[in-house]
């Protein structure tokens, strides 16, 4: 038996605005997108780097409010590249936990939370 990856799905109401955030402030690729019809509910694939998410439209996809954790190196270097993009619905900061780790944490427009997290220099 062998893992590979988990892949979660948020769950989304505005294309439009779920493009502005994941693409233009998060610095994510929208890699595809798929609806069983013209006026259908949207599902996609989001991506930075290795880091995959799914989108969704579609009921029972996904729950707002859900939190994504994103371990990862670089945390300064993200935060200054969304720090100077000057998005006006975010402006997060860097939050040092008593665990060991730095944060930075930002909500999309749906009411989730994904937090990028690197473990703190010793």
């Given at each position: 038996?062998?893992?590979?990856?988990?892949?979660?799905?948020?769950?989304?109401?505005?294309?439009?605005?779920?493009?502005?955030?994941?693409?233009d402030f998060l610095?994510?690729?929208w890699d595809w997108?798929?609806?069983?019809?013209?006026?259908?509910?949207?599902?996609?694939?989001?991506?930075?780097?290795?880091?995959?998410?799914f989108l969704s439209?579609?009921?029972?996809?996904?729950?707002?409010?859900?939190?994504?954790?994103?371990?990862?190196?670089?945390?300064?270097?993200?935060?200054?590249?969304?720090?100077?993009?000057?998005?006006?619905?975010?402006?997060?900061?860097?939050?040092?936990?008593?665990?060991?780790?730095?944060?930075?944490?930002?909500?999309?427009?749906?009411?989730?939370?994904?937090?990028?997290?690197?473990?703190?220099?010793?």
């Open positions: 038996m062998a893992l590979h990856i988990a892949i979660p799905t948020l769950r989304i109401f505005d294309v439009p605005k779920a493009r502005e955030f994941y693409l610095g994510s690729a997108e798929h609806r069983f019809a013209p006026d259908a509910p949207l599902f996609a694939q989001i991506s930075r780097g290795p880091v995959l998410l439209e579609h009921f029972g996809d996904g729950t707002p409010g859900t939190h994504v954790l994103i371990r990862m190196a670089g945390l300064e270097a993200l935060h200054a590249d969304l720090t100077a993009k000057n998005y006006r619905h975010a402006r997060p900061g860097i939050e040092d936990r008593p665990w060991g780790w730095r944060d930075v944490s930002v909500h999309d427009p749906f009411g989730n939370r994904i937090t990028f997290s690197e473990i703190k220099d010793h």
